[in-house]
């Protein structure tokens, strides 16, 4: 018998907004459900934002219930104003399939697609968009729809009220489209839940009525919070942008790095949100992070989680133990393979040299890690420099060929904290 998830998600702070909650709750334990969340494939890659639709789908399926992921191939073409103070640049339709590509891959790290009637699925709604001819939606769908309720919406009063701005009957028209994929979806594939972000509320009641005056149906609809850090920061975002799950556009180092550096007043929410750990295991990592917060227990536990299921368990261990190295843990030669000098080489400055053997202080100069050879004798002498781990004694010692690992690289150590990786060109 398929689980209540309306409760686990409720009590792992998914629950925002709800269209009938106690209602929805006994339909849950009755029988199973399928529910939706749509992804606009605007980029090649889903970013860290997405992972609360997709967490909330990946408990639907762990509950016994079934997950549908709308890769928005139709949509994607239009773009939801939702939220959007300007409009947003039109994809080809070549580009949107080749995002949705990628998109899938990512989604596939969650949920399951073959475990029976629960199998997710995902569906691309361009295949019945693409479909329709503007007379007959105009006439079997537009006229569900009154302008009124369009014009009331807040992203579209923003742009009417503001001279300098303006919306375009395209953006105009995407409430329709989407009230037409819960449409569609419940009459082919008997889905009864639509999920979103919070912003979505309104396209989504607009599914639900669509549903309710065409076939007399019932549908449900329920929204997740839009984060925003204890700092007032957007969730995802950073200095240097925004964070992806694609390890091309953002490395699975920094990627493990942006959740050790979540702030102490959010990482108990992001466990319950972010990761499948039980919440009493949840509340004993909180419990022991409370007595010493020094050590960012909780936010070790939470990175490791989430690069795990986002790049799989070898990436994890190898960014874990970086982590551990740029950040003045010890480590012995064993501990940098080569694929572990590589991550590094995307994370730290690095240099080249070709010839070799050369004293030590000439290649801190030439690469850039000192800004003189002055700087690079006053560091060896006071200890502050390791050669892959290994401390280097003598400011006259050379660097031979031998010395660079896998007959590539060479990992330097300046004073606790600065790296530097020396590449070897024959």
Not at 41 to 58: C, E, K, Q, R
Not at 260 to 280: E, G, H, M, Q, W
Not at 387 to 414: H, P, Q, S, W
Request: charged content about 25%.
């Amino acid at each position: 018998m398929p689980k209540d998830v309306f409760q686990i998600l409720q009590e792992r702070g998914f629950v925002e907004w709800c269209s009938d909650p106690e209602e929805l709750s006994t339909v849950f334990k009755a029988r199973l459900v399928s529910g939706y969340i749509g992804f606009d494939p605007t980029a090649d890659s889903l970013h860290v934002g997405h992972l609360v639709p997709i967490m909330g789908l990946a408990w639907l399926q762990r509950a016994g219930h079934q997950p549908i992921a709308v890769a928005g191939g139709g949509t994607g073409l239009i773009g939801d104003p939702s939220g959007k103070t300007k409009e947003r640049q039109l994809l080809t339709l070549e580009q949107v399939e080749s995002n949705m590509v990628s998109i899938r891959k990512q989604i596939e790290h969650f949920l399951d697609f073959n475990c029976g009637e629960s199998s997710a699925k995902i569906v691309n709604n361009y295949t019945w968009l693409s479909k329709l001819g503007l007379l007959e939606f105009l006439r079997d769908i537009g006229k569900y729809f009154t302008v009124n309720f369009m014009i009331a919406r807040d992203y579209v009063k923003t742009r009417l009220e503001d001279p300098d701005k303006f919306i375009t009957y395209t953006e105009f028209s995407y409430i329709l489209l989407q009230a037409y994929d819960f449409y569609h979806l419940y009459k082919h594939d008997n889905c009864i839940l639509q999920m979103g972000g919070n912003d979505q509320q309104v396209n989504i009641i607009a599914g639900i009525d669509l549903i309710r005056k065409k076939l007399g149906g019932k549908a449900y609809g329920l929204t997740y919070p839009l984060l925003l850090t204890a700092s007032g920061q957007k969730f995802g975002k950073t200095e240097e942008g925004t964070v992806w799950l694609s390890p091309s556009r953002t490395t699975p180092y920094k990627f493990y790095q942006y959740w050790i550096n979540t702030d102490d007043r959010d990482v108990s929410k992001f466990l319950k949100l972010f990761t499948f750990l039980p919440l009493d295991e949840v509340d004993a990592i909180m419990a022991e992070h409370n007595d010493h917060p020094e050590m960012r227990l909780a936010q070790r536990r939470l990175a490791y989680e989430v690069t795990r299921v986002v790049h799989g368990d070898k990436t994890v261990e190898r960014v874990k133990k970086v982590s551990e190295i740029l950040f003045g843990e010890s480590y012995s030669l064993e501990d940098l393979t080569q694929d572990l000098l590589e991550e590094i080489r995307l994370e730290v400055p690095s240099g080249h040299v070709s010839e070799v053997p050369s004293p030590l202080v000439d290649i801190m100069t030439k690469v850039g890690a000192c800004s003189s050879k002055s700087e690079a004798r006053r560091l060896i002498r006071s200890g502050a420099v390791t050669i892959n781990g290994e401390k280097a004694l003598e400011e006259n010692c050379m660097v031979c060929e031998r010395d660079f690992l896998y007959g590539k690289y060479l990992l330097l150590k300046l004073g606790k904290k600065r790296y530097h990786l020396i590449e070897l060109n024959k």
